[in-house]
């Protein structure tokens, strides 16, 4: 790689790792009965900032570079979506706490370890995007969790509606839609790489 390829390779390597480190925040908070949900949305908060400034960093050196490993756009994009993931992670453990959930449904840790599977393929995957074929498998690698993970997430939703808490249902909920929303955003994640795959090919 010549030194500004390794300059992205580096900054979207760093931006993945704080991705998978929010999903284990995640997994941290929303497993069985977590009595320090608070201090793990302290933890996720700076990691989704951390997240931000590495995304910046991105930015900036696609706006500076006279040439960039691949097309501006894309580069842009995906540091959006990688983004957007934290973003929605916050939100699930953010409902956690605001809503004061002692235990989600059964199923909930199923659903948690897709997202932490997705989280750990893709800080693999980012940095072998600048070599041949090096994240080809990649996209379809999540699309199968993703396939998976979606009749999860469908029983979760009617087991918790099915309950005799209504109210608790909604707080609940909040939480499950930050969870389906970080899901849908690493398959998003995965279709601007295939892009970037199929172009560079």
């Known amino acids: 790689m010549t030194p500004r390829t390794a300059s992205f390779a580096t900054a979207f390597a760093g931006l993945a790792d704080q991705v998978r480190l929010g999903a284990l925040a995640v997994q941290d908070s929303l497993g069985p009965a977590s009595h320090t949900r608070r201090t793990d949305l302290d933890r996720l908060q700076q990691i989704e900032r951390e997240g931000q400034r590495a995304r910046d960093q991105i930015v900036e050196l696609a706006r500076d570079s006279f040439v960039t490993p691949f097309d501006r756009g894309d580069i842009h994009l995906l540091a959006v979506r990688l983004t957007e993931c934290l973003s929605h992670m916050e939100q699930a453990v953010d409902a956690g706490v605001r809503h004061r959930i002692d235990e989600f449904p059964e ?61 608790g249902a909604m707080r609940t909920a909040a939480a499950l839609d930050g969870l389906a929303l970080t899901l849908r955003s690493f398959e998003q994640v995965a279709t601007v790489v295939e892009g970037i795959v199929v172009k560079e090919s």
């Open 107 to 167: 199923g909930t840790a199923a659903l948690v370890d897709a997202l932490v599977r997705m989280a750990e393929l893709t800080a693999r995957a980012l940095p072998t995007l600048y070599s041949p074929d090096g994240a080809a498998d990649y996209p379809g690698e999540i699309r199968r969790i993703a396939s998976r993970a979606e009749p999860i997430r469908r029983d979760l939703a009617t087991q918790n509606l099915a309950g005799s808490d209504p109210l």
